[in-house]
Every structure is written in C-alpha cells, then in structure tokens.
C-alpha cells in the first residue's frame, strides 16, 4: 500500500501548481474531449521593463477566462485597463472563443466590466465580509468589440 503525507503550503512552488493545473486540464479533457485550451497572459511594462499592469487567464472550449487582471496606481485612467480587456477579448475571439467570464470584487471593478458588456450572473455576499464577489460573462460575438 503506498504511503501519503498530507503537507499544507502557504508558499507552494509554482511548480507545484503549474503541475496540479495541468492534472485538472487533463481530466477537464477526458471528460469535454475538448483540448484546446491555452493560456493567455498581456503585461503593460514601462521603460525599466518592470510590470505595471497585467492580465492572465486562459482560453478553453468556446471560453475566455480572466483570472487576473491588474493595473497599478500610476497606469490607471490612460486607457490601458480597456485596450488590455480588448486585446484579450479579441484574441480569445481568434481562438474561436464565443464567450468571456471574470470575477471581480464589489470594491474592484465591476463598474469597468459593465462598460465593455459584461453582465453579473452571480454575486456572493460578505466575500470578504462587508463587500461582495462578482461573476460576470460577456458574449463575444456582438458586433461590438466593446460590448
């Protein structure tokens, strides 16, 4: 009988999670017999190539997945969050992607998804507590790249 020790890491290796992600996709495979998914990652960086904003997802079965997305202080209000959302959209559009979903904290941005046509279908209350989380789609196949 083989043997197992349970290990609870705060700081896993992302070696660690990269190899349980790819676990899950494989099962998710088996099950769908959909096997197109790639990941999907647009960084903004200044002149000192350092990172000042972000997005990371994936795209599967027809789906466009936000998992992360983020914009520092000093890169809001230029447009950058828009044309990182648009650039993602439209390249899970090329991947044959039809829809997007995200989720977002009620003191995040669910203001700036509703913009560009996402639309809240879920929201659980005091997560965290005295705030809510969103789960918003967006069908990709409007005319309108921004909506």
């Known amino acids: 009988m083989a043997t197992y020790r349970l290990k609870l890491e705060t700081e896993p290796a992302l070696t660690d999670v990269r190899f349980l992600l790819d ?3 494989e099962y998710n495979v088996e099950q769908t017999g959909r096997d197109d998914g790639q990941w999907l990652a647009i ?15 994936w795209t599967w079965a027809g789906w466009l997945k ?15 969050g828009r044309e990182m959302l648009l650039m993602a959209e439209a390249e899970a559009r090329k991947r044959g992607c039809s829809r997007a979903t995200l989720d977002t904290f009620s003191f ?3 203001d700036f998804y509703r913009k560009f046509g996402y639309r809240i279908v879920a929201t659980i209350e005091g997560l965290p507590e005295g705030h809510r989380q969103h789960t918003l789609v967006k069908d990709l196949t409007s005319g309108d790249p921004s909506q």
């Open 43 to 57: 960084f903004l960086r200044n002149e000192k190539d350092q990172i000042v904003a972000g997005l990371y997802g």
């Open 108 to 110: 995040q941005a669910p």
């Open 23 to 25: 676990r899950l996709y």
């Open 66 to 80: 936000i998992t992360d997305f983020w914009v520092s202080t000093e890169a809001r209000g230029q447009g950058r």
